[in-house]
């Protein structure tokens, strides 16, 4: 055999072992469903419990396109991501940017689930169609975050309002009491 041909049979093995995988169990994809639940929750009203969600030593990959268009992909730990996203929150600790999770794939074999989605932004109206998230139980048997894939766009894509719903009316009749 040649040397190139035996890396090409351990992905072709790799590959078989992963199709066969055994689908998660009812309480494996019931507590995944309730972390995601907890990470919105905490997320999106700026509570500062997220930070138990990551592992310190998690790996962000963040896609940012600033209001020029331009895109830079920034690599963090979880420690330093959700420092910046405490501090980004301000004081009153809301949270700058809301979002919602479509179309949520959870899978997996093993101690670590995948989690692949689309993220929509509440509060700017982008979505992030390649959204990935990788959760594992730590030694409470606590899910936590160990990796992240993520879009930022700091472009606000809403529609915005029209000149008409800018106009108030200005013929106001008061009523005779």
Known sequence: MKPATLPRIGVLLACAGMAQ??????????????????????????????????????????????????????????????????????SDRTAKETFELHRVTIGGNGPVLEVTGQRYSKTRCYWDNNYKMAIAKNGTQNYRITRETALINHNNLCPQPSLEEFLINQNIRVAPK
């Open 21 to 90: 995988a055994a689908p998660l169990d009812g309480k494996a994809l019931d507590d995944a469903k309730g972390f995601l639940k907890k990470y919105l929750n905490h997320y999106n009203t700026g509570d500062a419990a997220l930070a138990q969600l990551y592992q310190d030593d998690a790996g962000i990959n963040l896609t940012v396109v600033n209001q020029n268009n331009q895109t830079t992909r920034r690599v963090l730990n979880g420690k330093t991501w959700v420092r910046l996203l405490l501090e980004s929150w301000g």
